[in-house]
């Protein structure tokens, strides 16, 4: 007659653990739901490139071999989506915006606060920069050890794990620094400029 009271006791640790790390309105999802506005784009690796262009009009290109000659970063966490459900311990391997940016530095790209990641099939988000750097985004093409599927963003999607996922642009191709803040898609359609899960940033005008 002991297991019921340490079973319930556990249980009850665990809830309360998950419950520290989900926002406001949010609930725990185990699977991985795939959100797209429109079609999955067909990317391969061989037609794939990426491109930081600069509000002074530099830019930087990196075909996938490229892409991948940079040190790569691997992150684990919780992602969370405006449709309320929240993913825990994620697994995601790709190269920090940082890195990026560095890179982008060398070949006269100056550094602007704000910026727009433009996707294949035309999805675009704003980002600004400082919720970006600092080991906060990168570009992903690894989910959880393997390639990252084509509905989730393959070859490769912006992470930017502390906003909604909404910004964590699938099939990102281009990323537009800017001298003025923007909005994207969602954003024009009545999403939060910035998309902060933790004051809920849901939709223009929430705090
Ligand atoms: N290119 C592109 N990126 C996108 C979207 C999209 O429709 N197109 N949807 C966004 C939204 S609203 C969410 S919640 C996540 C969903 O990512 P998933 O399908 O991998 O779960 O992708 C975001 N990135
Ligand atoms: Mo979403």
């Not at 704000?114 to 985004?137: Q, S």
């Not at 990252?148 to 699938?170: D, M, N, Q, T």
Request: hydrophobic content about 35%; some cysteine; charged content about 25%.
């Amino acid at each position: 007659m002991t297991t019921p009271f340490s079973r319930g006791f556990h249980g009850r640790k665990r809830s309360e653990a998950s419950a520290e790390r989900l926002p406001p309105g949010q609930y725990e999802e185990r699977g991985f739901p795939v959100l797209s506005a429109g079609p999955t784009p067909h990317l391969t690796t061989a037609n794939w490139d990426f491109t930081i262009v600069g509000s002074n009009g530099r830019k930087i290109s990196w075909t996938w071999d490229e892409f991948q000659a940079l040190p790569h970063q691997r992150v684990t966490r919780d992602i969370h989506c405006v449709t309320k459900w929240s993913k825990f311990d994620t697994t995601w391997e790709g190269i920090s915006i940082d890195t990026l940016l560095g890179e982008a530095s060398t070949r006269g790209v100056t550094r602007s606060p704000y910026a727009m990641a433009v996707c294949e099939g035309g999805y675009t988000t704003n980002v600004a920069v400082a919720d970006m750097t600092d080991g906060k985004a990168m570009v992903a093409f690894q989910f959880d050890d393997a390639p990252l599927h084509s509905e989730h963003g393959g070859p490769a999607r912006l992470l930017v794990p502390h906003l909604y996922f909404w910004k964590s642009a699938k099939w990102i191709r281009q990323l537009h620094l800017l001298d003025a803040e923007e909005p994207g898609f969602w954003e024009v359609n009545g999403y939060h400029i910035r998309g902060d899960p933790w004051r809920e940033q849901r939709y223009t005008g929430d705090p």
